[in-house]
DNA sequence: GCTAATCTCTGTATCGATTCAGACTGGATC
DNA sequence: GATCCAGTCTGAATCGATACAGAGATTAGC
């Protein structure tokens, strides 16, 4: 059994008090004392006060949480999400403050647990799914958190770091729009939750459920409109998972249909470069020109001549911790909105004349 | 305030006991009474068992800490170690378990505090610098640990999983020997501490600290020791951090020198990479023709064409978290070497006839 | 009908520290 | 010589839960 404080207190024949300040506050005992409780405790074998009662005693702990509303090792995986992390990390860095990755089991109940049991002082949310649930447990917990979902619901003062999701993806789609493209697929991951790969027949874009999802089929939608295509015109395709290969199965089969789209945007890079996947896995001759845009503009973006929306992701999750560790004294402050730009690579351009 | 579980139990008017009981325990109390509590929990706003509290009381955390020692931003950076993480993002998500990922301040002491004061149950150590001090700690707080790295002074109930870096640098050299090269750099993230970019002189192999790094450069001295090169013929540099830039800095100098390398060969694929940039920065006419190896195997490899030894990074990151999380009875299982393969691309050819 | 087993629930001890009001000492101040 | 103060150290209260032995009430077994 590994000693106590107490043990230590003992040895030296002082308080627990005296201790605990030979730890915590050097300044309150004499140095010559602080030396032999600190020797003792070595002697002991002591390991330093017990992070966890400390932290109970305390009433913070001294790590943020960082959520993924899907599978942790999703996370590392898209490389988006990578970058976010890069500027968590960087943050918490400054802040001397560690960052906790909780895993969330399928199950919601679980999940819910999950949410309920991490030991952290507050919560970045990285949505990648409904996460209304997630924010409800975090609330009751009274835990401060930022998300980088803009939702219609939230309330003025909470924080939130992201772009406008719409206008960003509206530039993407006028490009293409510009270049003449009219038989257009949208491509997006889960667009309704639940839905097998393959193209997918909405009402309306507000059906969907994810606000970043619909923030960006909007925007694609607006570009078009303003041409003259309506939302039933458009083929929207919904992809179960944001990765290249669900991507290229998704879209595989569209292209041997009677009229092709010409163009497709992507909901992200990754759903991006599965499309190009998909086109490079059919043999030369029956090889459709496709333009292309992705979202993101994650470094494989440029490595493939992608065409797409860059936002600053380091930053975002920079910023996201900063907020969450460094609150503003204005609320205002607590909503920031960064900058999007529509980086034109090779996979886009004119319709090809057939 | 938050109202804690002896505020629940007083507005049920049952026991803090049967409260604690509906959450963990749900078999030691009545469905018709677990409800009620759980109802009243929800009406006075009672968040659920505080995580730390929980924690003190039962002896564990929940969580296994991953400790890089160098910048946080670092492991989010290297894609080998993003990889890594995956992995043991996948055996954390299995067990139920999160992942805290601990910054260290530059500073030794800070940094022992930060090892000290971490919530968990357990580190996962990524070695990318000296760690002894580290291990030290972690032994001190008697919690269990798996380290990435062999050495030497290992004792053998340690938990280990890894691969053997000497034999895996072998196989890449002999493969550089075997096309005839005979004038080769090696090429090393931080040799020693605190040692400028560039050529180093150092009187063997085993004068390196870091024992990744000394198992794949005794590795590379070994090949070229059997086709008669010895350790003082070879041209060791140096890099300060593991990173494109910093190899292509720390080699450019290097083919404009009398008698160039033909062969570079690089401690990772980074480095490797930064090697090929800095050839490719140079016009084309005056761009030598180098034979590059590297080592890792991350995805840029493929892509970049560089000959390279794969090593599994996600399978190391799974199993390291896997032995710390469920260890094997039997301490001889908790020594895990991984298997390697030299893959050669187009990045290493035969020496050029001049 | 009596003992044993089962089900619920309670009370107390405990996890390992931090906090803060105050006790004590030995100068400095006037 | 009384007062004040700064510097050290102590003790009790507290953070918010869980563990475990055991008390009562029921049910089961024979």
Redesign the pocket.
Known sequence: M?P???AVADAV??????V??A???P?????T??ERILDAARQLGYP???P???S????FVGSIGVLFTSQLSYAFTDPFAVRFLAGVGAAAERHGTSMLLVPLPRAVTDARQAVENAAVDGFCVYCVADEEWALDVIRQRGLPFVSTAARDDASADERFVGIDERAAARSAAAHVAGLGHRRVALLADSVLPDTPAGPLTLAGVDQVPHPTTRGRLSGFADAFAEVGVGWAELTLVNVPGNSRPAAAAAIAGLFDQPAPPTAVLAGSDVLALGVLDALAARPAHDRPTVSVTGFDDVPEAAAAGLTTVRQPAEEKGRIAAELLLDPPADAAAGHVLLPTALVVRGSTGPVPRS
Chains 1, 2 share one sequence.
């Open positions: 590994k106590t404080l107490q024949g002082v308080s627990r008090s005296t605990s300040n730890y915590s506050r300044d309150q005992l004499s140095a004392l602080r330093g006060p017990n966890t009662a400390r109970l005693r305390r009433g």
